[in-house]
């Protein structure tokens, strides 16, 4: 890959504990590597500190979004949206994100999950940013809250998209990029065998580090700088050069993200 080239992570949980002991050394990897646009997910209001302090020690490299992650919409959901509200309304967010619907680990909450994802939407919209979504096991109902919501002002990325070309071609109707990483690696991860039948504008580049590693780290904690694997993958599927993946990839972030 030439030096010149930028590579964007749109999806990392930098501030994760998981990199406590060595997340300066963690971003230079993936900075050498050329991953030099890190897009921060919220989850709940206890990770707000955490990211500010990263986007202070990374100004030119780190870009913060803000929002309720649906397996942290509890109880005490209302709380956790008011602070999202609050912050969203204080100061420059780039998404509002992560949110959506997942059933997997419980669905207790789908009626909480499906208010939050809705409100999130509506503030998304008011301050004219994208949206990241998060949808796990819950095709269905996402689709179902984007139909109510659709217009001209949604816009932004599926995140970790896995689903199938048909869930795909309807995430991309209501102006959604999809977010690929380390499941096009993963043999059963499937995705690979439709999608170079997606448009690569379609198409941004994450890691959800430390989740989801690449092949040949599935197992182990993921990092930004596994990037270099994926693009590999997706210069094998689209029949295109690396450099090609990530001069795109990073041109369609820039689109959603304005920056």
Same mark, same amino acid.
């Given at each position: 890959?030439?030096?010149?080239?930028?590579?964007?992570?749109?999806?990392?949980?930098?501030?994760?504990?998981?990199?406590?002991?060595?997340?300066?050394?963690?971003?230079?990897?993936?900075?050498?590597?050329?991953?030099?646009?890190?897009?921060?997910?919220?989850?709940?209001?206890?990770?707000?500190?955490?990211?500010?302090? *990263?986007?202070?020690?990374?100004?030119?490299?780190?870009?913060?979004?803000?929002?309720?992650?649906?397996?942290? /919409?509890?109880?005490?959901?209302?709380?956790? *949206?008011?602070?999202?509200?609050?912050?969203?309304?204080?100061?420059?967010?780039?998404? /509002?994100?992560?949110?959506?619907?997942?059933?997997?680990?419980?669905?207790?909450?789908?009626?909480?999950?499906?208010?939050?994802?809705?409100?999130?939407?509506?503030?998304?919209?008011?301050?004219?940013?994208?949206?990241?979504?998060?949808?796990?096991?819950?095709?269905?109902?996402?689709?179902?809250?984007?139909?109510?919501?659709?217009?001209?002002?949604?816009?932004?990325?599926?995140?970790?998209?896995?689903?199938?070309?048909?869930?795909?071609?309807?995430?991309?109707?209501?102006?959604?990029? *999809?977010?690929?990483?380390?499941?096009?690696?993963?043999?059963?991860?499937?995705?690979?065998?439709?999608?170079?039948?997606?448009?690569?504008?379609?198409?941004? *580049?994450?890691?959800?580090?430390?989740?989801?590693?690449?092949?040949?780290?599935?197992?182990?904690?993921?990092?930004?700088?596994?990037?270099?694997? /994926?693009?590999?993958?997706?210069?094998? /599927?689209?029949?295109?050069?690396?450099?090609?993946?990530?001069?795109?990839?990073?041109?369609?972030?820039?689109?959603?993200?304005?920056?």
């Amino acid at each position: 890959m030439e030096p010149t080239i930028t590579i964007t992570d749109t999806h990392t949980h930098l501030y994760s504990e998981e990199f406590d002991q060595d997340r300066d050394e963690m971003i230079q990897r993936a900075i050498d590597a050329g991953v030099t646009r890190f897009f921060i997910p919220a989850i709940d209001a206890a990770a707000t500190q955490s990211m500010y302090d *990263l986007e202070k020690n990374y100004p030119d490299n780190v870009f913060l979004m803000m929002g309720l992650h649906p397996t942290y /919409v509890k109880d005490n959901y209302e709380d956790e *949206l008011k602070h999202v509200e609050t912050e969203l309304s204080k100061r420059k967010f780039y998404a /509002v994100g992560e949110i959506g619907i997942d059933l997997y680990w419980d669905k207790t909450h789908l009626k909480e999950q499906q208010i939050a994802f809705k409100r999130q939407i509506q503030l998304a919209k008011q301050y004219k940013l994208p949206i990241v979504i998060h949808c796990r096991e819950a095709f269905d109902e996402i689709f179902e809250v984007l139909e109510e919501e659709k217009s001209e002002d949604l816009f932004g990325i599926f995140h970790c998209f896995s689903g199938t070309l048909e869930q795909a071609l309807q995430a991309i109707s209501y102006n959604m990029k *999809l977010g690929i990483g380390g499941v096009v690696t993963f043999k059963n991860g499937k995705i690979d065998q439709f999608l170079n039948q997606i448009d690569l504008k379609h198409i941004v *580049l994450e890691t959800d580090s430390p989740y989801l590693a690449p092949i040949p780290y599935r197992g182990k904690r993921n990092e930004s700088s596994y990037l270099i694997n /994926v693009i590999a993958k997706l210069s094998d /599927v689209y029949g295109v050069s690396a450099e090609e993946i990530a001069v795109i990839t990073t041109q369609n972030s820039k689109d959603v993200f304005g920056i």
